[in-house]
């Protein structure tokens, strides 16, 4: 069991930050990644919708025998958190208490934002996640087209820089400190979230805060894949085109998927990407 791979899933390929960071975290660790494309973004979609969706995908890596789970995608964090600890026998980690761990940490005025998708907003995961910090004031906003952005392999320019004025010109007059990446896909953005709420805001992604919460769990459940192995396999699945997700997963992710094989086998739906580290 301890030499299984890490399951790790979202809508899309930005669950690879989540990736990256366990990656760097845990270079030992082989990795299962599945961006559920064909049906994502799940950020617009009802949460119904979204739980089904995850259910798909995390039934299909438990079946494919990971070790354990993480749901790197806020929605269905949102969605399904709840459901999967009780579903699988294995552990699941998600993204949204991971961030707001070190968003409590980081505030210094007690005013923290939120920024995430429509389903998100919507499920107040957030401001349920914060209950446990009753003196912090939490102001959300959803940024639907940034997904868009992010999925078209756009991270800068005009066009960009005035839909994310617009999101989060909320958020700036309300005063702010500490700002929420509450979507995987966010911290590809963090250049141009920066540079439109100034350098006084602390940004928090979810990443390597979730990094950290894996390692921890592998440790707890004795779980680590021993030293004497030998170097892991990665293997990165699309459940729709392929293409796509590959040119945006070597730009994303890096060196790990530089080299891809394609297969037509994924037993949800779609195409495998299987890479070597």
């Not at 990971?66 to 806020?74: G, H, T």
């Not at 590809?188 to 100034?198: A, I, P, Q, R």
């Amino acid at each position: 069991m301890n030499d299984a791979p890490i399951g790790i899933f979202d809508s899309g390929v930005g669950g690879l930050t989540v990736a990256r960071a366990v990656l760097d975290q845990l270079p030992h660790e082989p990795v299962l990644y599945v961006g559920d494309t064909a049906r994502g973004p799940y950020g617009s979609r009802p949460i119904a919708q979204v739980r089904e969706y995850a259910l798909d995908v995390m039934d299909t890596l438990v079946a494919e025998g990971v070790k354990m789970l993480v749901i790197a995608c806020n929605s269905a964090s949102s969605a399904v958190l709840r459901d999967a600890r009780e579903r699988y026998d294995i552990p699941v980690v998600e993204v949204i208490q991971p961030a707001v761990r070190r968003a409590v940490a980081a505030t210094r005025n007690g005013h923290v934002g939120v920024i995430a998708t429509r389903a998100t907003v919507t499920s107040r995961a957030y401001e349920d996640s914060f209950a446990a910090a009753p003196h912090l004031r939490i102001t959300t906003q959803a940024c639907p087209r940034f997904v868009e952005f992010v999925e078209a392999g756009i991270t800068h320019g005009a066009e960009l820089e005035s839909v994310a004025r617009e999101y989060l010109e909320p958020v700036r007059a309300a005063g702010v400190d500490t700002l929420v990446l509450g979507c995987t896909h966010y911290p590809l953005l963090t250049g141009v979230v920066s540079y439109v709420m100034g350098e006084a805001v602390t940004l928090v992604s979810s990443a390597e805060e979730t990094a950290k919460d894996v390692y921890r769990t592998l440790v707890d459940h004795r779980l680590m894949r021993s030293d004497e192995l030998p170097a892991p396999t990665h293997q990165f699945r699309s459940t729709g085109d392929a293409r796509p997700f590959r040119e945006l997963g070597r730009r994303f992710l890096g060196p790990e998927i530089a080299s891809v094989e394609e297969t037509s086998e994924l037993p949800v739906v779609g195409r495998d990407l299987a890479v070597g580290s």
